[in-house]
Nanobody, 116 residues
Framework: QVQFTESGGGLVQAGGSLRLSCAVP?????IGWDRQAPGKQREMVAR???????NYADSVKGRFTISRDNAKNTAWLQMDNLKPEDTAVYYC?????????????WGQGTQVTVSS
């Protein structure tokens, strides 16, 4: 298994900001976050690929920003102008290059709660 080091999250009022961080060992190809709200399916939130390419869910574009430090195998998700519908457990995701191909892993998750 892969040991994720996640931090951030918590409770914030609507319009506020939070910052998540995630560190993962190994050769990380892609890193990002998914989230899952109560009673809903898990969804992709943001991805940071190699060569500084990024991808976001339509619902967070313009409000969330993902960044990564390849040397530290660490990524951050800056979440601004948070809305109550952003309330969910946020899971760090990493695609890691192994000895035979690559594998996808998820961290244990951190709770983000946005009050109205």
């Amino acid at each position: 298994q892969v040991q994720f080091t996640e931090s951030g999250g918590g409770l914030v009022q609507a319009g506020g900001s939070l910052r998540l961080s995630c560190a993962v060992p190994g050769t990380v190809i892609t890193i990002g976050w998914d989230r899952q709200a109560p009673g809903k399916q898990r969804e992709m939130v943001a991805r940071a690929f190699t060569r500084r390419r990024t991808n976001y869910a339509d619902s967070v574009k313009g409000r969330f920003t993902i960044s990564r430090d390849n040397a530290k195998n660490t990524a951050w998700l800056q979440m601004d102008n948070l809305k109550p519908e952003d309330t969910a457990v946020y899971y760090c995701y990493a695609r890691i290059d192994g000895n035979v191909g690559y594998h996808d892993y998820w961290g244990q998750g951190t709770q983000v709660t946005v009050s109205s």
